[in-house]
């Protein structure tokens, strides 16, 4: 059974920081792409950072500078450290891992960036 468990949201004051981390079981996770993804309310899911099973990565922009992504292929993790956070980067973050044929998704940690 595959299981992606998220864990490191919570909330944060803008201009803070958060680690949000992805463990995956079920998976031999060193041949999946893994990524982040969130969904605030009343918008569509978007992707926030990717990583290939090679570490080539990819950002959407609104994070790019600010977000990193990153892989332990010893721990079958992904993390995303998140800095200079800003409201707008509230949302339900969703780890996710995906290869040729298959396609998971954990069950999302809420992150909020208020005062």
């Known amino acids: 059974q595959v299981q992606l468990v998220e864990s490191g949201g919570g909330l944060v004051q803008p201009g803070g920081s958060l680690r949000l981390s992805c463990a995956a079981s079920g998976i031999i996770f060193r041949f999946f792409t893994m990524g982040w993804y969130r969904q605030a309310p009343g918008k569509q899911r978007e992707l926030v950072a990717m990583?290939?099973?090679?570490?080539?990565?990819n950002y959407a922009e609104s994070v790019k500078g600010r977000f990193t992504i990153s892989r332990d292929n010893a721990k079958n993790s992904v993390y995303l450290q998140m800095n200079s956070l800003k409201p707008e980067d509230t949302a339900v973050y969703y780890c996710?891992?995906?290869?040729?044929?298959?396609?998971?998704w954990g069950q999302g940690t809420q992150v909020t960036v208020s005062s």
């Open positions: 996710n891992a995906r290869n040729m044929t298959r396609n998971y």
């Open positions: 990583i290939t099973s090679r570490s080539d990565t």
